[in-house]
C-alpha cells in the first residue's frame, strides 16, 4: 500500500510508524530510567547482600560505557545489514534489557546493560541510516521533527502506565522517605515495559524498505564495490579517524555535554525527586514529571518544523542557543531547589534557596477533612434537637471549650505533619480515638460541655507529639556492657561511642561529637532489676542520626560487631517497639535451629546477616524475647518448616 504513494506523503507515513515504534521501545527506557535507581535502591532495602544500593546508577554506567565504546564498531555493522534489520536487532536488545529487571539479580542486569549498550550504538547507526533514506536535503528537519514528536510520547505513555502500578500497593501513596518499590510492583512495571518493547520489534519488523529519490543516503553512497571484510575495515578506520577531525574535536565539547545532560534528565534528576522527603506526598511525581518531558519535547518537535521553513539552518546554530538558554534556566532551578544528598540516598536536608514541598492539595485535604468533620459534628443549630434557649446562647461555655478543642486539634495536625510517618502512627491513632469521643460526646450531650477527657486526650497527644519529635534525633545501641558503677558506665559509654565515631570517619558525626552536641544516657535511668540497660544516643538533628545509622549498617564497625549481640537501631515508639518484640519470635527460633547468629530484625522485618554466622551469645536459648512462647506448637511448627526449607536451599 505504501509503495503507491508519492514521495513526499510516503516519508511522512513512514515516519509516522518509525515514530510509534521508537514511542514503544521508549516507553521502558525512559520510564525504566526514571525509576531504576530507586527501584533497585528498594531492592537492597530488602536484600541487601543480593543488590548493590546504587546498582541503579552502576548498571546505566556500565550501558553508557559500552555505548560508548559501540559507536565506533556501530557503522561496521551497515556493512552487511539493512538499516531495518539493524534496528530491529537493536531493539531487541531492548526488550531483553527490560525483562532482565524481572530476576532483581544484580549481575544480569549489568550484563544485559551491557549489551544493549552495544546495540544501542547499532541501533543508533540504523536509525540515522533509514531517516537518510526516507528524506532529502531539504526534509530532513521536517521529518526527523515530526519522528521525534511522536517518539516523545513514550514517557507520557510510560509515566501513565505507572499511576495503577503505584496504586497496586497502599504504602506508595503514603508520605515516607522515599518511593519504595515492592517486588511485585517491580515485576509488573518491567513486565509491562517488556511487552510494550515486544510490540516495538514488531513494528520495526513491518517497516518498509523503499528509498525516496534524491533521498540523503544516494547522495552519499560509494558507488565502488568492495569485499564486505574490507568494508568493514574501512568503516572502523574512518571513524576512528573521525576522531581527530577538526570539525568533530571543536564539537567534542557539545557532544560531552550531550551525554552528561542525557544523564541527568533521564536518571539523576528523576531520581532526586523520589529520595527527597519534602516530596513524598507527590505520590505521582515521576508521572508528571514524565508528561512534562513528552510535552517539552512534543512542543519543541511541532516547533522545529515551522521554524526550519522560517530560519535558515535552524537545526544547527539557531537551535543550540535556544537549546542552550533553556537548559541554563533549567539547571539553575536545580541547583537552587535540590538537596544535597538527594541524587544518592533518600534524606530530608535542606536545599541552597527554594525548598521542594508536596503539592498543596495534600495539606489542603487534611484541613478539608477537618473542617468537614467539625461540620458533621457539630452542625448548625437548625440541624440540632431542639434545646433550651437558656443553655445555648451565643458565647456560651459550650462553644469556647469545642472551639478550644478543635484549635488543639490544628495544632496537632500541624504537628503530626512535621514528624516522619513511622514515628507518628499512634498519634493518628489517637487523632481517631478524639474524634470519636467528639462525636459521642455531641450526639448524646449536644447542649453540654465536651468532658474533661477529650480535652486531656488532645493534651496528652500534643505533648506526645514533642516527644517523638525528640525520638527521631535519637539512636539506641543495645547490648553494650555496663561498669560496676554509675560513673564508669557513663565514662566507658562516652569511649565506646568516641571509638565507633572515629571509625565511622564522618566529618559530620565527628564535628558534633567535638562540639558536645551528642549527648548520651542509659535508659532507665535506674537499673533496677534489669541486667541490660540500652544507650540511647541523642544526636542534634535527625539529619545526622539517620547519617549516623546509615553509616553503622553500610560499614560495620568492630566496635558495634565485635561482641554478639551488640546492635543499634534508632528510638522506636511504644507501637513500633510491640512491633519489634512481636517479630523476634521468629529468628529466635531459626538461630536456635541454625546454631549461630543468622537472622534477625530491623524495621519489623527479617534479615539476613552477611558473613559467617556469629556464635550464639551464652544463655541464648533459655532467654526467647518477650511475648515467646517455646512451647507453642504452632510457632514450633513454622520454624522446623522454615528450618528445613533453608537447609534444601542450602544444599
Not at 521553513?309 to 535540590?338: D, E
Not at 566507658?492 to 564522618?506: F, G, T
Amino acid at each position: 500500500m505504501l509503495s503507491n504513494l508519492k514521495d513526499s506523503r510516503y516519508a511522512l507515513v513512514t515516519a509516522i510508524i518509525l515514530g510509534i515504534a521508537h514511542m514503544c521501545m521508549f516507553v521502558g527506557f525512559d520510564t525504566g530510567s526514571f525509576i531504576v535507581e530507586s527501584v533497585l535502591y528498594s531492592v537492597h532495602q530488602r536484600n541487601p547482600q543480593d543488590m548493590n544500593r546504587h546498582a541503579g546508577y552502576y548498571g546505566q554506567a556500565i550501558m553508557y560505557a559500552f555505548n560508548m565504546v559501540g559507536h565506533i564498531v556501530a557503522p561496521a555493522a551497515l556493512c552487511f545489514m539493512s538499516a531495518k534489520w539493524t534496528m530491529v536487532l537493536g531493539s531487541l536488545f531492548f526488550t531483553l534489557s527490560f525483562g532482565s529487571y524481572i530476576f532483581e539479580n544484580e549481575m544480569i542486569i549489568y550484563v544485559s546493560g551491557a549489551l544493549l549498550g552495544l546495540f544501542y550504538a547499532i541501533y543508533n547507526a540504523g536509525y540515522s541510516r533509514y531517516l537518510t533514506q526516507i528524506s532529502t536535503v531539504h526534509s530532513i528537519e521536517k521529518i526527523n521533527g515530526l519522528e521525534w514528536s511522536i517518539a516523545c510520547f513514550g514517557t507520557l505513555v510510560g509515566g501513565l502506565l505507572i499511576v495503577p502500578l503505584i496504586r497496586m500497593n497502599p504504602n506508595s501513596t503514603k508520605p515516607s522517605l522515599y518511593k519504595e518499590y515492592t517486588d511485585t510492583q517491580v515485576q509488573c512495571m518491567f513486565g509491562a515495559f517488556t511487552v510494550i518493547g515486544l510490540l516495538a520489534n514488531v513494528i520495526y519488523c513491518m517497516l518498509p524498505t523503499r528509498k525516496v529519490k534524491d533521498c540523503i543516503s544516494s547522495i552519499a553512497k560509494d558507488t565502488e564495490e568492495k569485499p564486505k571484510l574490507n568494508e568493514i575495515r574501512d568503516s572502523i578506520v574512518d571513524t576512528a579517524k573521525a576522531f581527530f577531525d577538526p570539525l568533530v574535536l571543536q564539537l567534542s565539547p557539545h557532544f560531552f555535554y550531550v551525554g552528561v545532560q542525557c544523564a541527568v534528565w533521564l536518571t539523576i534528576y528523576p531520581t532526586t525527586l523520589q529520595f527527597t522527603k519534602h516530596l513524598s506526598h507527590s505520590t505521582y511525581v515521576i508521572t508528571i514529571y514524565g508528561c512534562m518531558f513528552s510535552i517539552g519535547e512534543f512542543a519543541m518537535g511541532l516547533l522545529t518544523v515551522p521554524l526550519a521553513k522560517r530560519i535558515n539552518n535552524f537545526g544547527q546554530t539557531p537551535c543550540l542557543i535556544l537549546s542552550m538558554v533553556l537548559q541554563a534556566i533549567c539547571f539553575i532551578l536545580i541547583l537552587i531547589s535540590t538537596a544535597n544528598r538527594s541524587t544518592s540516598v533518600p534524606n530530608n536536608d535542606p536545599t541552597l534557596l527554594i525548598q521542594p514541598k508536596p503539592r498543596s492539595f495534600q495539606k489542603i485535604r487534611l484541613r478539608i477533612r477537618s473542617d468537614l468533620y467539625c461540620f458533621h459534628n457539630f452542625p448548625s443549630l437548625s440541624t440540632m434537637p431542639p434545646t433550651p434557649p437558656t443553655t445555648r446562647t451565643k458565647g456560651s461555655s459550650t462553644d469556647a471549650a469545642i472551639s478550644k478543642i478543635i484549635g488543639l486539634l490544628q495544632s496537632l495536625h500541624d504537628k503530626v505533619d512535621a514528624i516522619p510517618k513511622c514515628e507518628c502512627s499512634i498519634l493518628r491513632q489517637e487523632i481517631n480515638e478524639v474524634k470519636a469521643s467528639l462525636a459521642n460526646t455531641v450526639q448524646v450531650l449536644p447542649s453540654q460541655p465536651p468532658p474533661e477527657s477529650t480535652y486531656a486526650a488532645v493534651k496528652q497527644a500534643l505533648t506526645d507529639a514533642t516527644t517523638y519529635a525528640d525520638k527521631a534525633k535519637r539512636a539506641v545501641w543495645v547490648g553494650l556492657q555496663e561498669g560496676t558503677t554509675t560513673e564508669e558506665t557513663t565514662a566507658n559509654d562516652q569511649k565506646a561511642i568516641e571509638s565507633l565515631c572515629s571509625e565511622l570517619n564522618d566529618p559530620i558525626i565527628s564535628a558534633a561529637l567535638t562540639e558536645g552536641s551528642i549527648k548520651h544516657h542509659r535508659h532507665p535511668e535506674k537499673k533496677g532489676e534489669r541486667h541490660k540497660r540500652i544507650l540511647k544516643i541523642e544526636f542534634p538533628s535527625q539529619k545526622i542520626r539517620d547519617q549516623f545509622l546509615s553509616n553503622v549498617r553500610s560499614s560495620r564497625p568492630p566496635t558495634v560487631t565485635k561482641q554478639a549481640g551488640n546492635y543499634i537501631r534508632r528510638d522506636l515508639c511504644p507501637f513500633e517497639l510491640d512491633l519489634e518484640r512481636k517479630a523476634r519470635s521468629e529468628p529466635f527460633e531459626l538461630n536456635r535451629k541454625m546454631g549461630g547468629l543468622v537472622y534477625g530484625i530491623r524495621d519489623e522485618k527479617l534479615i539476613k546477616f552477611n558473613g559467617t554466622p556469629r556464635p550464639l551469645p551464652v544463655g541464648y536459648e533459655t532467654r526467647p524475647p518477650r511475648g515467646h512462647a517455646i512451647s507453642n506448637d504452632s510457632t514450633r511448627l513454622l520454624a522446623d518448616t522454615q528450618f528445613q526449607t533453608i537447609l534444601s536451599i542450602q544444599q
